[in-house]
Every structure is written in structure tokens, then in C-alpha cells.
């Protein structure tokens, strides 16, 4: 039987973290997690808690733009407070953390669309928002944002049809969010204490982009890139071989797959 509703409790019983998701805070409906996130992380929230709605009515995506996030989806926005060395490695924690939880609870195969997308066979199923405060070296928080279309039918939303898939859509039936949740907030634990400890998750980051190899154009702030994507650096940074040969490290952006 998959589960309906989502609640604080659920989602932290046999959550086995150890502070990731200790602190569930659930609602039914909110404009976006990332706002509440924000206010709990300014009020010192506790490492690890998480900010959870069924549905947001004015989810945040990147660049500005707006995120569907209707009922059957997950959206839910997590509070660290990591060292400013670790701020370039949580775009590769958070989109790992996803593709793992993702196999692990379906047995689906996803990619990485640099810098961050999750995409299932092209489309995409996951959008990553990252927020940070940060003065000089101190970073007061960081507040990862995931957005996973879980159980919905995306030719229901004509908007993000050609573009984007669900698990429902790619299984044939619907998934359990709770077992997708639950396994989400264990992966960003492993994996942000593998950071802490020293240990790198750039090279698992690298080799599970899709778009190394590839043609790509490119759009960061107003300017855009085309050419070949040919490598990422360990910050996170795309470096992007131009027609004429030259070499372009591209911070932020986003990046459409060309051929
Ligand atoms: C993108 O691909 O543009 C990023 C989308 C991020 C969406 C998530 S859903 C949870 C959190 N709350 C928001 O308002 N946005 C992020």
C-alpha cells in the first residue's frame, strides 16, 4: 500500500541519521519549503532539519524561474551549516544523494545534468535549489533544496511535458515518497560526513554527468556558451572547449544538451 500522506513522525521513525532529518518539519501546503527553511536556519535551527510540504504553490527553481511542485511530489529543503571548502561539493552531494535514494527504492538509473538535474532516460525528474549565507569564511547556513516529481502524471502539466518525467510515469505505478524520502536524508548524511572527513564525492559526481562529451550551449547570468562540455573541475565548475579551441570554466549556468 503506498502511503498518502506524509507527517513528521513517519518520516523520522527508523530514519536510522544521525542528524539529517532528526527534525522533520511537515506541512500540507506551503508556498516554498525553502522560505520556512530560511527562517528556521536564521533562528539557528538545529544541523540536519529538514522542511517538508505535499505541495508547494510558489516553488522556487533555479535562475529565478519557477517550480511545480504539486501533490505527489517531494519537495523538501535540508539545513546544514558546512564548512565554506565544502559549498562547491553539496551540488555533488545533493544530486548523488538523489540518484542513489532513486535506484535504491525503484531500481531506476538516473544521470546527472550538470550542474545538478536528475534525469531519467533525457528528462529530467529531480531539480536541486542550493541557498547559502555566507560572510567572508563563515557560512551562517547552506539550505539544500530537492524537488523530486514522485507520483504524478506529468501529461497532466503541459508546461514541463517534453522536458520532464516522474517515477510513476518511468515505473508504470506509483512509489512510495516516504521510502524515497527516508533514503534521500540517509544518502546526504553518508555523504556530507564522507565530506567532513575529508574524503572526496567529486570523481562519483564526474562520471555519472551526462553531460561530459557532449554539445552543449550553455547560459550563465546573460552569457551564453556553446561548444563542447569536456570536463568539470573539483569545484563543480564546467570547462567548456569552444569551436575555436578555446577553453571556457563556467561557475554556475545552465546547460542544454545539443545533438
Ligand atoms: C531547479 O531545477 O530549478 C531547482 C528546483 C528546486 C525545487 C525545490 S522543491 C523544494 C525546494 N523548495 C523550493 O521552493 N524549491 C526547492
Not at 82 to 107: C, Q, Y
Amino acid at each position: 500500500m503506498i502511503e498518502n500522506n506524509l507527517s513528521s513522525a513517519s518520516i523520522t521513525s527508523n530514519l536510522g541519521t544521525h542528524f539529517v532529518g532528526r527534525r522533520v518539519i511537515y506541512y500540507p501546503s506551503l508556498t516554498s519549503t525553502m522560505e520556512v527553511a530560511k527562517q528556521e536556519a536564521q533562528l539557528g535551527a538545529v544541523e540536519g532539519t529538514v522542511v517538508i510540504a505535499d505541495e508547494q504553490t510558489a516553488g522556487k527553481g533555479r535562475i529565478k524561474r519557477a517550480w511545480l511542485s504539486p501533490k505527489g511530489s517531494i519537495a523538501l529543503s535540508v539545513i546544514l551549516y558546512p564548512s565554506v571548502a565544502d559549498l562547491p561539493s553539496l551540488i555533488m552531494l545533493a544530486s548523488l544523494a538523489v540518484m542513489h535514494a532513486i535506484e535504491a527504492v525503484t531500481g531506476l538509473r538516473s544521470q546527472i545534468k550538470w550542474p545538478n538535474d536528475v534525469l531519467i532516460n533525457g528528462k529530467k525528474v529531480c531539480g536541486i535549489l542550493i541557498e547559502t549565507s555566507v560572510r567572508g569564511s563563515i557560512v551562517d547556513y547552506a539550505i539544500i533544496g530537492i524537488g523530486v516529481n514522485v507520483n504524478l502524471r506529468v501529461s497532466d502539466f503541459p508546461e514541463i511535458l517534453s522536458i520532464a518525467t516522474s517515477l510513476s510515469d518511468e515505473l508504470g505505478r506509483d512509489v512510495s515518497r516516504l521510502r524515497v524520502i527516508q533514503r534521500l536524508l540517509v544518502e546526504m548524511e553518508r555523504l556530507y560526513l564522507t565530506l567532513q572527513a575529508g574524503g572526496s564525492i567529486y570523481e562519483e559526481w564526474r562520471d555519472s554527468l551526462v553531460t561530459l562529451g557532449r554539445r552543449v550551449r550553455v547560459k550563465s547570468g546573460n552569457t551564453v556558451y556553446e561548444g563542447v562540455a569536456e570536463s568539470v573541475a573539483g569545484d563543480g565548475s564546467l570547462l567548456l572547449r569552444h569551436p575555436n579551441g578555446n577553453l571556457s570554466k563556467i561557475v554556475a549556468g545552465d546547460a542544454t544538451l545539443r545533438g
